[in-house]
């Protein structure tokens, strides 16, 4: 399955892990990803803060340059959330407001370059995996299974939210990598606070608020019994491992739970060396609870057979009949 | 005083236009900001409204009586993490997020934000895309704390330390090939955006 790929500026370093791990797999799933040639940064969430028009035209050159070298597909992918959802949003915005149309691509034939809004698919990293390579093809290449391992997943924002072109089961309790996560022989955790931000940027120009917003999602995965955090953005990663050290210290608490790129386990399962998938790098170590990851499926636990409701358990309502 | 540009598919901005109609006209695509009801679901979705001189319910009543300078003035846009749970939790589909961001641009260029650290931040990170084409962690997370938190960085080295022996942070940003077509690109939007 071949498709263009816009690797971002964090993928390239403070996400590095998770750009080995995702190139450590994509043979096993049969993904063919092309580099956007000369791709510029997307503008994260400031470009748009202080140019309003002129974001979308960053954004615009991306978006140019990829269609200018789509050749048998006319899917761009990204693995980071920001990344994504600029790239989706300008070429949203273009289609639905003819003046933007015309103003970036007035901006970049001033650089030889223009955009038809919707001659590309801006999608997900993780939605390419779930829905075009699938459950079971994935399933089919796990080797060493996440037997035992609980995980909470961890979708944060801006993948499945505003969600621009409906791509996803629900914008606040999507399932698509709990389903990910078990074909890989993991169990997953109820983590009702899944899509729940991570403080973005705050973590640099107001700390006390992302604190805050960190805690509550670190505490919410320890207290649901996970051995790691899982997701798939950069900004998650870093703000829920590297500042959960700063969190910890303004608290002063001693939460140590690992936050983990869906890839890394992935490639894991598919029993590749976590040297390889970048697993070390993390500032709260994963290895201790990789290490309990067992060889066997734990036992079933019986489902309990359901009670049928009886009238003292609810309040006194009236009766029909 | 300088007025963001008018891009969207609403009619351009006409003279005697309300502050209402301005922000609307500055906001790229359909922003439907005329369209609240002032039901306040945006204000309780939002992780950092706590925190918000204004919640987005009460800015946006403020935007329809025209109180400029107040609403430029808020914090709120700048407390704004994007999450967007306002933008899908809206009944009435606002795209609240992206009327934010229109705010922080009109407040930069009318000068009126208070806290000068958040528009700082954004203009030093646009400074390093201007420059190179892409992000540098290293010189914008340095640049920005000598300037607004030079106590903390002592505290800060550790984890950048520990960038960069995980190999996570560079030494020294990098730049695309192709950065003066993207010099020219980014200089004709802005000057379509402040003709237009």
């Known amino acids: 399955m071949k498709m263009l790929f816009y690797p971002g500026c964090s993928m390239q370093r403070t996400a590095r892990p998770y750009l080995d791990s995702l190139l450590a797999i994509r043979e096993a799933i ?3 990803l092309e580099d956007v040639s000369d791709w510029n940064c997307c503008g994260a969430t400031e470009y748009m803060s202080v140019h309003r028009i002129a974001a979308h035209a960053l954004v615009g050159r991306n978006l140019a340059l990829a269609s200018r070298q789509a050749e048998g597909t ?24 003819p003046r933007l149309r015309t103003t970036v691509n007035e901006a970049l034939a001033a650089g030889g370059l223009s955009y038809e809004p919707g001659s590309l698919k801006v999608r997900h990293l993780l939605d390419v995996v779930c829905n075009d390579v699938g459950y079971e093809a994935v399933k089919a290449q796990v080797v060493r299974p996440l037997y035992g391992l609980k995980l909470a997943p961890y979708y944060g924002c801006q993948v499945v939210r505003p969600d621009p072109d409906s791509r996803w089961d629900d914008r606040e309790q999507p399932v ?49 019994g996970a051995d790691a955090i899982v997701t798939l953005c950069p900004m998650c990663q870093l703000n829920l491992d590297a500042y959960q050290v700063e969190m910890n210290k303004f608290f002063k608490t001693d939460y140590a739970v690992p936050v983990l790129y869906f890839t890394q386990l992935m490639g894991l399962a598919f029993g590749r060396s976590p040297a390889e998938l970048g697993i070390g790098k993390e500032f709260i170590a994963a290895a201790p609870a990789l290490a309990r990851i067992q060889d066997e499926p ?9 009670r049928r409701p009886r009238a003292e358990d609810g309040l006194p309502m009236p009766r029909m009949g | 005083m300088s007025v963001a540009p008018p891009v969207s598919a609403a009619d351009s901005v006409p003279a005697g236009a309300t502050f209402l109609q ?47 300078d107040q609403v430029l003035r808020s914090n709120a846009p700048w407390l704004c993490v994007s999450c967007y749970f306002c933008t899908v939790r809206c009944p009435q589909q606002i795209h609240i997020t992206d009327v934010m961001y229109t705010l922080k641009g009109m407040a930069i260029n009318a000068k009126l934000y208070r806290d000068h650290s958040p528009p700082d931040f954004s203009k030093t990170f646009v400074d390093y895309v201007e420059h190179y084409g892409r992000s540098f962690e290293l010189g914008l997370a340095t640049r920005f704390n000598l ?37 020219r690109i980014l200089e004709r939007a802005k000057a379509l955006e402040a003709t237009s």
């Not at chain 1, 761009?76 to 407001?97: H, P, V």
């Not at chain 1, 169990?187 to 805690?215: F, N």
């Not at chain 2, 030079?150 to 996570?168: D, E, F, H, I």
């Open chain 1, 30 to 32: 049969g993904l063919e």
């Open chain 1, 74 to 97: 006319d899917t761009l992918t990204a693995g980071c959330s920001a990344c994504y959802l600029n790239l989706a949003k300008t070429d949203q915005q273009m289609r639905e407001d």
């Open chain 1, 176 to 224: 698509a990598m709990d389903r990910l996560l078990r074909a890989l022989g993991a169990e997953v955790v109820d983590y009702t606070l899944k899509t729940q931000c991570c403080g973005g940027h705050m973590t640099v120009i107001g700390p006390e608020i992302a604190y805050g917003l960190i805690r509550r999602l670190v505490h919410g995965a320890a207290a649901a």
């Open chain 1, 298 to 306: 734990p036992p079933a636990v019986e489902a309990k057979k359901k």
């Open chain 2, 22 to 68: 301005e922000v609307m006209a500055a906001t790229p695509g359909k922003s439907r900001l005329n369209m609240c009801i002032q039901c306040g679901t945006c204000g309780g979705s939002c992780p950092s409204g706590p925190e918000m001189e204004h919640t987005p319910r009460r800015l946006f009543a403020m935007i329809k009586e025209g109180l400029r």
């Open chain 2, 147 to 183: 300037r607004h938190h030079p106590l903390s960085l002592p505290n800060m080295a550790p984890m950048g330390l520990g960038m960069l022996k995980r190999g996570r942070m560079d030494l020294v940003p990098h730049r695309i090939d192709g950065m003066a077509q993207l010099t």
